[in-house]
């Protein structure tokens, strides 16, 4: 699990605050400020993402980065969508990192090689519904389709229909592989 980074950079770089989760770091952001925020994507109470977006609807400007080790097309694509400037995988070196972190301060966006080429594979996918969404998840609990029916209250013929569109969604063929694609790519995690 991830921590949060509150990092003041002028005069010198200054870790100000780590939190071990979304809510403290909402919490000590709004205590301390910092000019920065690294922000990992998996962290419990609220994600790296939730964090984001709660941080920038108190504090526009503020400026975060995602550090994290999660490279998926939709980890990325969510995490700019909430509000992050930048994202960086751990990874990378570390004088990969203070360039970075002088880019988001300077309010540009970074988003190295790597995680352009992730984030522009996302267009050649369709997106799942968020009823997909949820059938995928269930599909991840190892349910037949009988069972993600009951858990969903549909048919067990439309829970198949659904699998269906959700196969031919992420371009595989059986459902372990729509798993493993999916949580690859970032669009369930467990």
Not at 34 to 47: K, N
Not at 57 to 76: H, P, Q, V, Y
Not at 110 to 119: C, F, G, K, N, Q
Request: aromatic content about 4%; overall charge negative.
């Amino acid at each position: 699990m991830g921590v949060s980074a509150l990092v003041n950079l002028e005069p010198d770089m200054e870790v100000v605050a780590e939190a071990a989760d979304g809510e403290q770091a909402l919490e000590l952001f709004t205590k301390f400020t910092p000019d920065l925020a690294l922000m990992d994507l998996r962290m419990p109470v609220h994600s790296g993402i939730e964090a984001t977006i709660k941080i920038r609807s108190k504090f526009a400007t503020a400026c975060i980065l995602m550090l994290t080790a999660f490279d998926g097309d939709e980890d990325i694509y969510q995490a700019l969508e909430a509000g992050a400037q930048g994202y960086v995988l751990k990874s990378s070196s570390g004088e990969k990192l203070i360039p970075a972190l002088r880019a988001v301060l300077a309010g540009q966006q970074w988003i190295p090689d790597d995680v352009a080429s992730r984030l522009a594979s996302r267009h050649l996918f369709e997106e799942l519904t968020p009823r997909e969404l949820q059938v995928l998840h269930e599909l991840a609990k190892g349910l037949a389709n009988k069972e993600i029916a009951e858990a969903l209250n549909i048919t067990e013929h439309t829970a198949k229909d659904h699998l269906k569109r959700i196969l031919a969604k992420l371009r595989v063929a059986d459902r372990t592989e729509a798993v493993t694609a999916a949580l690859h790519r970032g669009i369930i995690h467990l």
